[in-house]
């Protein structure tokens, strides 16, 4: 708490000595460092990523996630200041790059996948002919007749439906977009594949002509729904059951081309409020009591 109270006054101390008289004077390099920020941050790490053997998709999705600065720089602003090494009209073109950065990032990272659409054909120059480092995860999706059952991610509660699915010999196959959680349960004998949900290269690999039904556990509604929309223009006209969190996912999945909505926490409430009800009851249940 203590630590909370310092930063607050903190940035209170700086918000102090910044002249909002400058700020108009600084508008035009803000701009031109934002734009440097918005654009070449994630041109870098779409460089990196792609040498490293990812996916251009991989590397457009992280590099969205460094098109900003931080808060951090304007603490170093502050020191400078301090030290003498620079003067105060620094920190209001920080301030202005870091309003202008944070407010686009988000709304970059919101429509990140539509605009990875819309971008895909100019970003090939970072991908290798080979993207190994996410080939070795899994090279070979399902085919066909291997599952009556997709289960898009394997989370707690994905994974847990596929095990139990397993066990009671449906034949589901568990995709992931994780390498480190589909190895993990490769290595519990589940059946699962790496690969991107969103992705719509990998959609068109499954075999969803062939599939009884395909579940989708995806914590994020947005995804989901990006999923399902995905699913149904990959050629898949089967049913489609999807997972909802809370009542404000229920409602925005309620508007999909869903034939079913599980609801884990719902469900998980009313199976233990009936074990407990069949469990007192026959303690209710004594001389004089009404039959």
């Known amino acids: 708490m203590f630590a909370i109270f310092c930063c607050c006054f903190f940035f209170i101390h700086l918000g102090a000595e910044l002249d909002l008289s400058t700020l108009g004077q600084e508008l035009v390099p803000a701009l031109v460092l934002s734009q440097f920020v918005l654009v070449g941050n994630p041109l870098i790490v779409m460089a990196i990523m792609g040498y490293m053997g990812y996916r251009k998709r991989t590397g457009f999705l992280a590099g969205l996630t460094v ?50 659409e819309r971008l895909a054909p100019w970003l090939d120059i970072f991908e290798r002919r080979r993207p190994y480092r996410e080939l070795a995860v899994d090279r070979h999706p399902p085919r066909s007749g291997e599952a009556d059952v997709l289960v898009f991610g394997l989370g707690r509660y994905g994974s847990r439906l596929l095990r139990e699915l397993h066990q009671r010999g449906v034949t589901a196959v568990g995709l992931d977009h994780d390498p480190e959680l589909v190895r993990e349960l490769k290595r519990q004998h589940l059946p699962v594949h790496y690969g991107d949900a969103e992705n719509p290269d990998f959609l068109e690999s499954l075999p969803l002509s062939s599939t009884r039904w395909v579940v989708v556990t995806l914590p994020l509604v947005a995804s989901a729904r990006t999923l399902v929309y995905a699913l149904r223009i990959a050629g898949n006209r089967g049913p489609i059951a999807v997972a909802a969190r809370d009542e404000a996912a229920l409602e925005e999945l309620q508007r999909l081309d869903v034939q079913h909505i599980y609801q884990p926490y719902r469900d998980a409430a009313l199976h233990a409020a009936q074990h407990l009800a069949s469990v007192m009851r026959p303690a209710n249940v004594g001389p004089g009591a009404d039959p």
């Open 67 to 116: 098109a900003q600065i931080s808060e951090f720089s304007i603490v170093f602003v502050a020191m400078g200041i301090s030290l003498g090494h620079i003067d105060t009209q620094a920190l209001g073109l920080t301030t202005l790059v870091g309003l202008i950065t944070i407010t686009l990032s988000t709304y970059m990272i919101l429509y990140s996948h539509p605009l990875y």
